[in-house]
């Protein structure tokens, strides 16, 4: 399974952003896809999951201004990204793995497949 993330850049406070992570293949018709987050120095976060059936979690930092979503056809996962803040800057990966019978996605970054990351950078 190969993942590749697009659309990260450099904006100022306030922008928006959509990322993109295109996956090769699912492995399974149940599934997890996320997307995760990390800045210099800290541990890998959990940003937003979707499943197979489209049921999405988001992260309480970014509820309200992040929206994950998927394109099953174009085997495509978004997250789109507004009002950034500074405290959003980070690498953001792209993570996919089987989802087990009647399991919620986890938030941990324990996903079997990542993608190599995007930069985003928000300046004050």
């Known amino acids: 399974v190969q993942l590749v993330e697009s659309g990260g850049g450099s904006v100022q406070t306030g922008g928006s952003l959509r990322l993109s992570c295109i996956i090769s293949?699912?492995?399974?018709?149940?599934?997890?896809m996320a997307w995760f987050r990390q800045a210099p120095g800290k541990e890998r976060e959990g940003v937003a999951m979707?499943?197979?059936?489209?049921?999405?979690k988001h992260a309480e930092s970014v509820a309200g201004r992040f929206s994950i979503s998927q394109d099953n056809q174009k085997k495509t996962l978004y997250l789109q990204m507004n009002s950034l803040k500074p405290e959003d800057s980070a690498m953001y990966y792209c993570?996919?793995?089987?989802?087990?019978?009647?399991?919620?996605?986890?938030?941990?970054?324990?996903?079997?497949?990542w993608g190599q990351g995007t930069q985003v950078t928000v300046s004050s």
């Open positions: 979707v499943d197979n059936s489209g049921n999405t």
């Open positions: 993570a996919y793995d089987q989802r087990r019978f009647a399991a919620s996605c986890p938030v941990a970054p324990t996903y079997a497949y």
């Open positions: 293949e699912y492995t399974s018709d149940r599934y997890c």
